[in-house]
């Protein structure tokens, strides 16, 4: 079993930047997808980020393209994703998951077998 747990969430004022991280423990992740998804209040929780088991590969929704960074070191197990430039649509609780058996992450959250208990991240106008 894979135990995941997000930090690094809080307030921000518009076009501030934060930086979240998603340790892993129990398990080596160096050889899953690993994704970063959302869920505003009364929304479905969507696909904001990924990234595959080698590091080297990185997916954005077209939302946050510019803005967000995801990188992986596997030597530590952990993720983390670096937001600049945030808006206050991007008020989230912010959840990492892993794809074990995937090398590429998928962008649906069915794809994912292991998530973390989700960070809250609220951005002020």
């Known amino acids: 079993q894979v135990q995941l747990v997000e930090s690094g969430g809080g307030l921000v004022q518009a076009g501030g930047s934060l930086r979240l991280s998603c340790a892993a423990s129990?398990?080596?992740?160096?050889?899953?997808?690993m994704g970063w998804f959302r869920q505003a209040p009364g929304e479905e929780r969507e696909f904001v980020a990924g990234?595959?088991?080698?590091?080297?590969?990185?997916y954005y929704a077209d939302s946050v393209k510019g803005r967000f960074t995801l990188s992986r070191d596997n030597a530590k197990n952990t993720v983390y994703l670096q937001m600049n430039s945030l808006k206050p649509e991007d008020t989230a609780v912010y959840y990492c998951?892993?794809?074990?058996?995937?090398?590429?992450?998928?962008?649906?959250?069915?794809?994912?077998?292991?998530w973390g208990q989700g960070t809250q991240v609220t951005v002020s106008s």
């Open positions: 129990g398990r080596t992740f160096s050889s899953y997808a």
């Open positions: 990234i595959s088991w080698s590091g080297r590969s990185a």
């Open positions: 998951a892993a794809a074990p058996g995937s090398s590429y992450p998928p962008t649906r959250p069915v794809g994912y077998d292991y």
